[in-house]
């Protein structure tokens, strides 16, 4: 929905149940231009579900996720997708982790058969592993820290985030990425550290020898009331706050790999609601890289809409 509000014409491959909600889905997907051709019912189940409970500041608490039905997507569902199309003259291709192991090694053969880059959202630290296989790496990943580890086989952890408070990244991140990096797990790694933003980390293969797009150390600061003034349905201006963030090179990775941090430099005490705001991020840097963007910029405008999504209720901002 997100990719659509933003003016993409996305096409969604899914499952739904043979229900009130799948009836719905379908229905809200078409109103806002997503193309559900290629999304087909299973009536022994039930539409998909994600109840969030929140506290009394917008963050998230708690949930209850229901997903059973991702099992019914099939690699041959894949197939018949390809057949109608699906992948020929498609930018990019997202999938998430909700989806069978199998499932998600046939949509990378397939979109490295249509030369379209794949992207892969680890969901959570139980079906991160989904995504691990012995074919062609991801063109990005975009895990938490925890979720990181997940695809790394290693032991769960505390967040190291004492050295990021104090403006430097640990240790712990820098070798974490080059384990991914050595593991070929994807040609760019996006990791997420909440208050502390996000990591964009190149492969040396994925590096090129393009100069980067943005400068060594730049600050950004995105007036988000002006940019949506007179927007229909835009949250209230008064609530709204700047987004303050500085683009900083880290050292190259072992490879050669650009290392990026988007830091976060006003990080929010209060929020509306934070459903949402990590598939914010992924859409609008989906959509902005499969729109021409280089990636280090698209991931700036994956971090706006990350933060316009954190002062509307609901998982997107509209």
């Not at 020898?209 to 060594?216: I, L």
């Amino acid at each position: 929905e997100a990719i659509a509000r933003l003016g993409g014409r996305p096409r969604l491959l899914s499952a739904v149940g043979k229900d009130t909600a799948g009836e719905r889905l379908r229905a809200s997907a078409r109103s806002v231009g997503i193309d559900v051709a290629d999304m087909f019912e299973v009536p022994a189940a039930r539409t998909a579900t994600f109840t969030a409970l929140l506290d009394g500041t917008g963050e998230l608490v708690g949930a209850v996720a229901d997903m059973g039905i991702f099992d019914e997507i099939s690699p041959a569902f894949v197939d018949a997708a390809a057949g109608r199309g699906a992948f020929e003259g498609a930018a990019l291709v997202v999938c998430d982790a909700n989806l069978p192991a199998q499932t998600l090694e046939r949509i990378r053969v397939r979109s490295a058969k249509a030369s379209v880059p794949a992207w892969f959202e680890p969901v959570s630290v139980a079906k991160a592993p989904h995504g691990l296989g012995g074919g062609e790496p991801w063109h990005l990943v975009s895990p938490n820290w925890d979720e990181l580890r997940a695809l790394l086989r290693m032991p769960p952890t505390h967040e190291p985030l004492a050295g990021a408070l104090a403006g430097n990244l640990p240790d712990e991140v820098i070798h974490a990425l080059n384990a991914a990096e050595s593991a070929a797990i994807a040609k760019n790694v996006l990791l997420t550290l909440g208050s502390q933003g996000v990591v964009l980390a190149a492969c040396g293969d994925a590096a090129g020898a393009a100069a980067p797009s943005v400068a060594a150390h730049a600050r950004y600061d995105i007036e988000a009331a002006a940019l949506l003034g007179g927007a229909a349905a835009a949250p209230a201006a008064s609530s709204l706050t700047t987004l303050s963030l500085s683009v900083e090179r880290l050292p190259a990775s072992p490879r050669g790999g650009l290392r990026l941090w988007y830091r976060l430099l006003r990080p929010l005490d209060h929020v509306v609601d934070s459903t949402g705001a990590g598939d914010a991020l992924l859409a609008g840097t989906a959509r902005a890289f499969s729109a021409g963007w280089p990636l280090e910029q698209a991931v700036i405008a994956g971090l706006l809409c990350a933060h316009l999504t954190l002062f509307a209720e609901g998982a997107v901002a509209h």
